[in-house]
């Protein structure tokens, strides 16, 4: 039977009538409580599991804290310059705080400007220099140095928050910042007067070496992939090549040959210091495990993309570097970020051919007869500053993954 009251003046009434259901009981618990209940105390197995790792929880956090307040942390903070910057001059350390500053500018305006992860960024370096700022240990000058930092910081994500048209051009200053600060920490010719790389050590040889060889390695192993699957038989077996013997070589024996055949098979006039061929032994490296994770981004992309570029009217190389490269790269982001992760901890291997990395220069100091037995204090301090640089790059890359959306698939 159709009721009369659907029919108004020739036309449907589209509404419909909503009879009220029976209400559900509250039990009075909010959803935080129910959740823990049923994943940590449903039923006395998992009640038993959770009260034992919440024991042995308590019982590791307390040594923790024993081992931190009891300890004398003396043996770090008499060496703190040397484990950060090494032997750099005194009188040259303006360079140093300028690229600082220069980084702390652009990391907050990036995170003004973009949002995302440079709030995570911007939070881990300004954490950092907040701690060293107000520990004891610090000098009157590097306090000062890191609250203007901390200044710049706020600053640059001020003026990013409101001036959305410093986007292009702050892109253009990340891209100069790197040639620019390391050009001013090595000296540029006839400016500034130069500084040898023996000087470097510490964290900032270690921050050298690992950002060279990751902008190295990137395009360097982009181009080994695009080769490796080449129809030029030269190009393609040259790539193979490559790519296996390097994989196939361990990372020490390749800086033994960058720092001792190099020079033995160009009659040891090559001009470059130990520094400079460690770089070119990293990135060399590095572009052979990187173009084998491209090379995996390229093979899963389907056929269908390069019919439709075709059918689209692009040649090879457009179609390469503008509709299959920029989906192979968002697939194995993952994969490359372990990589970068993998290269910055084994930046610790130029110890062994005589370079003061921070993990080196930690050895160092505990080999020093004074502070016999005290290296476990050196080496907590060097393990939490490589813990928090791999995991908040571990971090930038899934916020990548989620906006990109592959890592929600």
């Not at 449903?42 to 009260?51: A, E, Q």
């Not at 440079?118 to 300004?126: H, I, M, Q």
């Not at 020490?252 to 070119?280: E, K, S, Y």
Request: a positive charge; aromatic letters at 14%; glycine letters at 10%.
């Amino acid at each position: 039977m159709i009721d009369e009251r659907l029919h108004i003046k020739g036309e449907m009434d589209s509404r419909l009538e909503v009879t009220d259901a029976p209400r559900l009981k509250q039990d009075g618990q909010t959803p935080f409580f129910k959740a823990l209940k049923k994943n940590l105390f449903d039923g006395p197995k998992n009640t038993l599991l959770t009260l034992l790792t919440a024991l042995f929880s308590g019982l590791v956090l307390y040594q923790v804290v024993q081992f931190a307040v009891t300890n004398s942390w003396d043996v770090v903070y008499i060496h703190l310059r040397l484990l950060m910057i090494g032997q750099y001059p005194l009188e040259e350390l303006w360079r140093l705080w300028f690229a600082l500053y220069y980084a702390s500018l652009m990391i907050g305006g990036t995170w003004g400007l973009f949002k995302g992860a440079g709030k995570a960024v911007a939070l881990t370096f300004g954490s950092v220099f907040l701690a060293f700022a107000i520990i004891p240990w610090t000098t009157l000058n590097t306090t000062l140095n890191l609250v203007a930092c901390l200044l710049l910081m706020a600053g640059g994500y001020l003026l990013g928050s409101r001036f959305s048209v410093l986007k292009i051009p702050a892109l253009v200053l990340w891209a100069l910042y790197f040639p620019l600060t390391l050009g001013l920490i090595m000296g540029f010719g006839g400016l500034l007067d130069p500084v040898l790389s023996r000087y470097w050590g510490g964290w900032l040889l270690t921050v050298i070496l690992a950002s060279v060889a990751i902008i190295g390695c990137f395009p360097l192993g982009i181009l080994l992939a695009l080769g490796r699957r080449s129809e030029l038989p030269v190009v393609r077996y040259f790539c193979i090549a490559y790519i296996e013997l390097v994989r196939g070589t361990p990372l020490i024996m390749v800086l033994f040959i960058g720092q001792l055949l190099i020079p033995l098979f160009l009659g040891g006039q090559t001009g470059m210091d130990n520094v400079t061929r460690a770089m070119i032994a990293y990135v060399f490296f590095a572009a052979a495990y990187l173009a084998e994770d491209v090379r995996g981004g390229l093979q899963s992309i389907p056929g269908g993309q390069y019919e439709a570029a075709q059918a689209l009217g692009l040649n090879k190389i457009k179609t390469t570097f503008f509709i299959i490269l920029p989906q192979a790269l968002k697939a194995v982001i993952p994969a490359m970020v372990g990589l970068f992760i993998t290269i910055l901890k084994d930046t610790s291997l130029v110890a062994i051919i005589g370079l003061s990395d921070f993990l080196g220069t930690a050895r160092r100091i505990s080999n020093n007869p004074e502070y016999l037995g005290r290296y476990l204090e050196l080496y907590v301090f060097v393990a939490v500053f490589y813990f928090i640089f791999c995991y908040l790059m571990a971090y930038v890359s899934r916020y990548l993954e989620r906006s990109l959306s592959k890592g929600s698939r």
